[in-house]
């Protein structure tokens, strides 16, 4: 706090100042900060926060330096997790799913391993994908995908998971998939992979520019630029 704002509270009556405390000190302690990572940016982090597998490639992109995952042993995992107590927030991610792929790809992975857990992947087929946001709160387990609405591969897309208390939905370029009723409890603990499951499990092949997280749902108007 201040030193304007402390004698703002200095000349509130004794209720009004314990009020405006109180949310000081909510505000303090809430994630309400974007958290954006450029993926390339990653791979120049030698923190003993990132652990680094494989051999993930710097490669250009239409947005900028983009990193590379062989769809094999190459991932990021990071001992923080974007989503720590979020009552709602929305997922975007600008990636290129590759042809000659696994079937299924976790691309990234918030939370645990297999209790509270969100996560966006894809499943290849030929030379199409379909897009899965699946989320797991408690007992509610839930995944929104459909093997009809595919896209070309080695494309790029941007990809929305938009998560409420009450609701699942996903988008593709900014257009809505699907969209499900779903009770979410925020997760409170875990950390997070890019480019496979946090078990190891599932690669993605392909490449991924950035990743954001919005700590409130937003509609597509308010979508990263793609």
Not at 20 to 25: A, D, E, G, S, Y
Not at 44 to 65: A, C, F, L, T
Not at 80 to 97: A, G
Not at 100 to 124: C, K, T, Y
Request: charged letters at 20%; hydrophobic letters at 40%.
């Amino acid at each position: 706090i201040d030193i304007n704002m402390t004698l703002i509270i200095k000349n509130l009556p004794k209720t009004l100042t314990l009020v405006v405390l109180i949310l000081l000190i909510y505000s303090c302690n809430t994630n309400s900060q974007n958290t954006e990572w450029v993926i390339a940016d990653l791979a120049k982090n030698q923190s003993n926060n990132i652990e680094i597998s494989g051999n993930p490639k710097v490669v250009s992109s239409p947005y900028g330096k983009a990193v590379y995952f062989n769809g094999i042993d190459d991932a990021y995992f990071l001992k923080e997790m974007p989503l720590k107590s979020l009552e709602e927030f929305t997922v975007e991610m600008i990636f290129n799913p590759e042809a000659n792929s696994p079937f299924e790809q976790r691309i990234l992975h918030f939370g645990e391993v297999s209790n509270d857990r969100m996560l966006l992947e894809i499943r290849a087929v030929g030379n199409n994908w379909y897009f899965d946001g699946f989320a797991a709160s408690g007992e509610n387990k839930l995944a929104l995908i459909d093997e009809n609405l595919i896209h070309p591969l080695n494309q790029w897309y941007h990809v929305a998971f938009v998560v409420t208390a009450n609701s699942l939905t996903t988008y593709v370029n900014g257009k809505q998939e699907l969209h499900e009723s779903y009770t979410f409890k925020p997760i409170e603990t875990g950390q997070s992979s890019v480019g496979v499951r946090l078990n190891k499990r599932s690669w993605f092949k392909g490449s991924i520019y950035k990743i954001k997280v919005t700590p409130k749902q937003l509609n597509p108007n308010n979508f990263m630029s793609f």
